[in-house]
């Protein structure tokens, strides 16, 4: 079943001066079934933040369709949205300033039972030790403040409060990217559990290509604003058909000595996503297969091999040869 | 031996802050020997004394914090420096020519009144007896070898105008300006992203090769240490657990911390474990001691008693292969 689909979404967002517009997210697809986790992945400034949010509309798209489970959201007035908002939840970056230093965690993860649920105290206060109990937290842990736990209790205590209202789409935006290796490790491997158990999907959100590879299904990779490439877990992981995708791929240091080191840098760094043309691709001045055509079109993500889609002229026309 | 840069032979480092009277240990009997155009690699999470170790040897150390080693000598020019007897004024004859520094956060440590330019070309006239213009060619030669972009424009910069990468290229080519025999460098690429931390350790990596100084890198991504370095040392809660050269420590890691991290980074035996990790469960943690005893006994699946109550051994399990651990035979 399909808990998420997005269509042609874009959000940007207006400079104060001279009409300009930062193109945060230029036109994206994809979907999520249920029970599976899509990663996305891309370096910062690319827009993965901004998508995320748009999809539990934190922050209104400026045009596209949000599809959740079946129904169109995207323009539903906030009093109708409100019973969609505790199926759908976010965790996000910083484990301790996404909670509220001044409550305890029993408050914390108390507060969206009481006011989407409309849980009382004592039933609410039940579903807090249950849910505590399925991040590995005791009852010890109700009346501590954020400030008293670690960094991986912290971010816990984030993934507790995002199940406690037993959603079916779970936003993670890099979740683990300002954890210490030992509790970057923990938190997969329970984020990984809590999905066997509870069958809810993820949105995953990272620029860490080895976190991604432990926990995705699906990948989807995102340059500027839109997606590049698009497939599964191990598809995109042995056959990067995206210039971009192989320069990441290349540039990531993976924890192995005899690690193959293909020789594929971009060109310079990201530039800026101020007024954007619409009407090509956005890494051939970067590209090093770049061709006359490729700043003339824009080009469609397309299927090239079964569960594997690219946007790319060159990948398209070398892959046709083969 | 002649080709030694370094011996560092049983460092502590302290704290005054008391437990029963004692001060507080943070490092504890650190042995290691670094070799001409080694770079060593340190591991370990955050906390477990990178910094402090990196800065112990540099003889850098702020205080209260204070060392003392039995050997902590450094090699430059077939000349033996104890750097336990200087001072910080013959440390400063030391520091640039002999032992170079690339701090971490690189935007923090250049001063953000001076253009980056201004700031370095101030070093090069402090080194040396050239002109201003001179020194301002010199400095754009210098930003030319980090392949800085515009290197002409960029010298009137200010350092909040940089970006994260273009700040550490600032930072390795002042470091790097004086030819150090010993880099230390300190997580150099700290927070920036995948594609721009390779460009920088490329460079830095081509640039020490040239110089042929010897590095101490901390860090806490396995990755550079399987792509960078020769050598790799892992430090828990102070203590140097393990010591080796960097292929036989990805083929043959031995001690129950070494195996932890590279389970908490998704390796094993050098490749990525797929899908079914199984990290050390830890045991109920006990409150951990400073003065006696392991530091990694609290977490540790072969913990026995004698773990807690006696400084592990170093023992020899390789040709250039060191752990510190009780239960080295049951391994």
Redesign the interface.
């Known amino acids: 079943m399909e808990v998420l689909r997005v269509e042609n979404l874009y959000k940007l967002f207006p400079l104060k001066k001279r009409n300009l517009k930062v193109h945060a997210v230029s036109g994206i697809d994809f979907s999520i079934k249920s029970n599976e986790t899509l990663g996305m992945v891309g370096?910062?400034g690319c827009g993965k933040t901004t998508v995320g949010r748009c999809v539990v509309r934190l922050i209104e798209p400026t045009s596209g369709k949000i599809i959740f489970l079946g129904e169109d959201v995207t323009k539903l007035p906030e009093k109708k949205f409100r019973k969609f908002r505790p199926k759908a939840q976010i965790v996000f970056q910083e484990p301790y300033d996404a909670l509220n230093p001044r409550k305890v965690v029993r408050q914390i993860i108390q507060a969206p039972l009481i006011s989407e649920k409309r849980l009382n105290k004592k039933k609410s206060l039940e579903r807090v030790v249950e849910v505590l109990k399925m991040v590995e937290l005791t009852e010890k842990y109700l009346n501590k403040y954020p400030i008293q736990l670690t960094q991986g209790e912290q971010q816990r205590v984030g993934i507790a409060r995002a199940i406690s209202t037993k959603p079916k789409l779970i936003i993670l935006d890099e979740p683990t990217s300002l954890l210490?290796?030992?509790f970057?490790?923990?938190t997969?491997?329970l984020l990984?559990r809590l999905q066997k158990e509870t069958g809810v999907s993820y949105l995953f959100i990272s620029?860490?290509?080895?976190?991604i590879?432990?926990l995705s299904h699906r990948i989807s990779v995102m340059y500027l604003g839109r997606i590049v490439e698009e497939g599964s877990c191990d598809l995109v992981f042995n056959n990067p058909m995206h210039p971009y995708t192989k320069?990441?791929f290349?540039?990531?240091?993976?924890?192995?000595?005899?690690?193959k080191?293909p020789e594929f840098?971009?060109k310079?760094?990201v530039p800026s996503p101020i007024n954007l043309p619409d009407d090509r691709c956005n890494l051939a001045p970067r590209c090093p297969l770049a061709e006359s055509y490729c700043s003339k079109g824009l080009p469609k993500l397309e299927e090239l091999e079964p569960n594997h889609f690219v946007a790319c002229f060159k990948a398209k026309s070398s892959s046709k040869k083969t | 031996m002649s080709n030694e840069i370094l011996t560092v032979e049983n460092l502590n480092t302290y704290s005054p802050g008391s437990i029963e009277g004692k001060p507080i240990k943070i490092l504890d009997k650190i042995n290691l020997v670094i070799n001409e155009e080694d770079i060593l690699g340190l591991v370990g999470e955050t906390g477990s004394g990178k910094t402090v170790l990196i800065n112990s040897i540099g003889r850098n150390l702020r205080s209260p914090l204070y060392v003392d080693a039995k050997k902590l000598f450094f090699y430059k020019d077939s000349e033996d420096i104890n750097l336990m007897t200087k001072n910080q004024d013959d440390m400063r004859l030391i520091w640039g020519r002999g032992i170079g520094f690339i701090p971490p956060n690189a935007k923090d440590i250049l001063n953000p009144i001076l253009t980056v330019g201004q700031q370095f070309a101030n070093i090069v006239i402090a080194h040396s007896k050239l002109s201003k213009n001179e020194a301002r060619d010199k400095v754009i030669e210098s930003f030319r070898d980090v392949n800085m972009p515009a290197p002409e424009r960029n010298f009137d910069s200010y350092p909040h105008t940089l970006s994260g990468g273009m700040a550490q290229r600032v930072i390795i080519s002042i470091a790097l300006f004086l030819s150090p025999k010993l880099l230390l460098a300190d997580e150099p690429t700290m927070g920036l992203d995948v594609t721009i931390q390779k460009q920088v350790l490329d460079i830095l990596y081509k640039l020490i090769k040239k110089i042929k100084s010897s590095v101490i890198l901390a860090t806490r991504d396995m990755g550079i240490v399987a792509n960078y370095c020769s050598k790799v040392g892992v430090l828990c809660n102070g203590q140097l657990v393990e010591f080796s050269d960097k292929r036989e420590f990805f083929n043959n890691y031995k001690h129950p911390y070494s195996k932890y991290l590279l389970e908490a980074s998704f390796s094993s035996h050098g490749k990525l474990i797929e899908r079914d990790l199984k990290l050390f469960k830890s045991k109920e943690v006990v409150e951990m001691k400073t003065d006696v005893g392991c530091r990694f006994a609290n977490r540790c699946y072969l913990a026995k008693k004698e773990c807690q109550l006696i400084n592990p051994p170093e023992v020899s399990i390789g040709l250039n292969h060191y752990i510190r651990c009780h239960r080295s035979e049951d391994l």
Request: proline fraction near 6%; charged fraction near 30%; charge should be negative.
């Open positions: 370096e910062s210490d290796i030992r970057r490790a923990e997969i491997v990984k620029h860490d290509l080895v976190v590879s432990q320069a990441l290349a540039a990531t240091l993976f924890p192995d000595p005899d690690q080191k840098i971009l310079g760094e």
